[in-house]
């Protein structure tokens, strides 16, 4: 049987003309526009919108389709889209500028517009512009179902030098090749809530994405997230800095509860299919693990951060309790009140 593209294989529909009658018949191609011209039929210095036309009856002005891949109409050139209620709530609260909202209709009686411009009056920030699109328009913005009627343009995420991070935290979690977007965006949310920083690598690993900011529920837009290009480096400064560097490994003799992370502390997690890297690995002061008691010999990596994380953060909580509820200004101790009066004179 014939291929569909083998010009031999092919057969002609009664009445059909070949491409070279149907050129003929279209009379010589026009000569090229010179540099600079403007196309037929736009008047001389026009530009071309952006904007492409949306389907049969789309709706109003603002309802152009959005494409995926590139800037959709209403976005500025090189704006990221974000989709999901929660992440783009908190980035009205956080740091990114939201240019543009585009909605579908939600529920029966949910008005998506008017929490919209609630929840930039909460925030204190300025209404972003407003523009409506199908379901399937904002499934081909977001490149996920998971929009949440909703998907927005915002500027590009910026991460804070490491340096910074360095400065600003007592407890981080270094991620070593953790590739997969939900994992990360689980691992910000939990570091987010825990008051962490988090690391990243800049090859070899996910980074912040919309799926990212999806599933970190927004935390994305409140985290502080380093992105460096070697965390072997990253994490030898860090401990010229003082902190403490933790792996961890499943198999490790320590239990991760027989360490003190009082002091400023680093975790370090690998990806599950590879674990730590060789050189990572060697540059962590204790390898760690959590006791598994069941069949599965291992957690999810998203899962194993949450632990270690919130094991620093009890450990530290119960400490500034005891020194909270340690005596202060009291009577003083029978040997001070003797060396105060002259001892035994």
Same mark, same amino acid.
């Given at each position: 049987m014939a291929s569909r593209s083998s010009p031999s294989g092919k057969r002609r529909r009664p009445g059909q003309r070949t491409e070279k009658e149907r050129r003929a018949s279209l009379g010589p191609a026009p000569a090229p526009a010179a540099?600079?011209?403007?196309?037929?039929?736009?008047?001389?210095? &026009?530009?071309?919108?952006?904007?492409? /036309?949306?389907?049969? $009856? =789309?709706?109003?002005?603002?309802? +152009?389709?959005?494409? *995926? %891949?590139?800037?959709p109409p209403g976005a500025p050139s090189g704006a990221s889209l974000i989709y999901g209620r929660n992440p783009v709530r908190e980035a009205l609260r956080g740091h990114r500028r939201v240019h543009t909202v585009w909605l579908t209709p939600g529920a029966p009686g949910e008005d998506l517009g008017a929490a919209l411009i609630d929840w930039a009056a909460q925030a204190g920030k300025p209404?972003?512009?407003?523009?409506h699109a199908t379901s399937a328009q904002l499934i081909a913005m977001a490149g996920s179902?998971?929009?949440?009627?909703?998907?927005?343009?915002?500027?590009?995420?910026e991460y804070l030098e490491p340096e910074t991070l360095l400065q600003r935290f007592t407890l981080l979690? &270094?991620?070593?090749?953790?590739?997969? /977007?939900?994992?990360? $965006? =689980?691992?910000?949310?939990?570091? +987010?809530?825990?008051? *962490? %920083?988090v690391v990243i690598?800049?090859?070899?690993?996910?980074?912040?994405?919309?799926?990212?900011?999806?599933?970190?529920?927004g935390a994305t837009e409140h985290a502080g997230i380093a992105q460096v290009r070697n965390l072997a480096d990253f994490l030898a400064a860090a401990k010229k800095a003082g902190y403490w560097v933790y792996g961890a490994?499943?198999?490790?003799?320590?239990?991760?509860?027989?360490?003190?992370?009082?002091?400023?502390?680093?975790?370090?997690?690998?990806?599950?299919?590879?674990?730590?890297?060789?050189r990572v690995e060697s540059l962590c002061d204790v390898i760690v693990s959590l006791p598994l008691r069941g069949q599965v010999d291992s957690?999810?990596?998203?899962?194993?951060?949450g632990i270690?994380?919130?094991?620093?953060?009890?450990?530290?909580?119960?400490?500034?309790?005891?020194? *909270?509820?340690?005596?202060?200004?009291?009577?003083?101790?029978?040997?001070?009140?003797?060396l105060e009066d002259g001892g035994d004179s």
């Open positions: 540099p600079g011209a403007a196309p037929p039929g736009r008047p001389p210095g &026009a530009r071309p919108s952006g904007k492409r /036309p949306g389907p049969a $009856g =789309a709706g109003s002005p603002g309802s +152009e389709t959005p494409t *995926a %891949g590139g800037t209404t972003p512009e407003i523009r179902p998971d929009h949440q009627s909703m998907v927005a343009a915002v500027d590009p995420y979690v &270094a991620l070593d090749e953790v590739q997969d /977007p939900h994992n990360l $965006g =689980a691992i910000i949310r939990t570091a +987010e809530g825990a008051g *962490a %920083g690598p800049r090859h070899r690993a996910a980074e912040v994405t919309s799926a990212v900011v999806k599933a970190s529920a490994a499943a198999g490790a003799t320590s239990e991760y509860t027989a360490q003190d992370y009082r002091y400023p502390t680093c975790f370090v997690v690998g990806s599950e299919g590879q674990g730590l890297g060789r957690l999810n990596v998203s899962v194993s951060t270690l994380l919130y094991e620093a953060v009890r450990q530290r909580q119960a400490a500034a309790a005891t020194a *909270a509820a340690a005596p202060s200004g009291g009577p003083a101790p029978e040997s001070e009140r003797a």
